[in-house]
Nanobody, 116 residues
């Protein structure tokens, strides 16, 4: 299984942008999809965006048109470009790798705070 390490979080003003990175170590053989999830205080973790091994992407309605998920296979890195950030985007963002039989690997998370 892979190991995942997120980076790029921080404090940003409303309307600003951030790019999160997820460094992937180990072989991605068998990974069905990778994604970004977030968990706000007092709320459940929810899917933000995902990308399958074939390159198909999926986004939560709340981030469509503002966030873009991408990957650089040469660098073994998954990205989440976040534009037009809103206070409600404040959360801990987690990188995820999905394997068959509902096996999942998670990173440690990176905090994004959107505030003036």
């Amino acid at each position: 299984q892979v190991q995942l390490a997120e980076s790029g979080g921080g404090l940003v003003q409303p309307g600003g942008s951030l790019r999160l990175s997820c460094a992937v170590s180990g072989s991605i053989f068998g990974v069905l999809a990778m994604g970004w999830y977030r968990q706000a205080p007092g709320k459940q973790r929810q899917l933000v965006a995902s990308i399958t091994s074939g390159g198909s992407t999926n986004y939560a309605d709340s981030v469509k048109g503002r966030f873009t998920i991408s990957r650089d296979n040469a660098k073994n890195t998954l990205y989440l470009q976040m534009n037009s950030l809103k206070p409600e985007d404040t959360a801990v963002y987690y990188c995820n790798a999905e394997y068959p039989s509902n096996v999942e690997v998670w990173g440690q998370g990176t905090l994004v705070t959107v505030s003036s």
